[in-house]
């Protein structure tokens, strides 16, 4: 399995901008399709996005899009999430996770990530 590590969170006003980290470590990293999920109090994790191994292809809920914007760096085994316009409703724990590419499952469901960091707080002040 890859190891994965969350950096880069923090508290940030309304409007503003945070770039997330995720540094992988174990197995080579483009062998997998990387993915940020996101949990609030009180609330179930919830898909933010996610990049194919090569990066040609991104998803993102509709929450995000145009404010989200997900990329990777396989030379550095890094997955980044650049939040942009971020809103008091972006607050949440920022989890990265991992799985084998090539799965024929969707990347939406959190059940088809087999790998997760810790997670990184963000929090959005109004």
């Known amino acids: 399995q890859v190891q994965l590590v969350e950096s880069g969170g923090g508290l940030v006003q309304a409007g503003g901008s945070l770039r997330l980290s995720c540094a992988a470590s174990?197995?080579?990293?483009?062998?997998?399709?990387m993915g940020w999920f996101r949990q609030a109090p009180g609330k179930e994790r919830e898909f933010v996005t996610a990049?194919?191994?090569?990066?040609?292809?991104?998803y993102y809920t509709d929450s995000v899009k145009g404010r989200f914007t997900i990329s990777r760096d396989n030379a550095e085994s890094t997955v980044y999430l650049q939040m942009n316009s971020l809103k008091p409703e972006d607050t949440a724990v920022y989890f990265c996770a991992a799985r084998i590419r090539g799965s024929r499952y969707n990347v939406y469901d959190s059940r088809n990530f087999g790998s997760w960091g810790q997670g990184t707080q963000v929090t959005v002040s109004s």
């Open positions: 990049i194919n191994w090569n990066g040609v292809s991104t």
């Open positions: 174990g197995r080579t990293f483009s062998s997998y399709t």
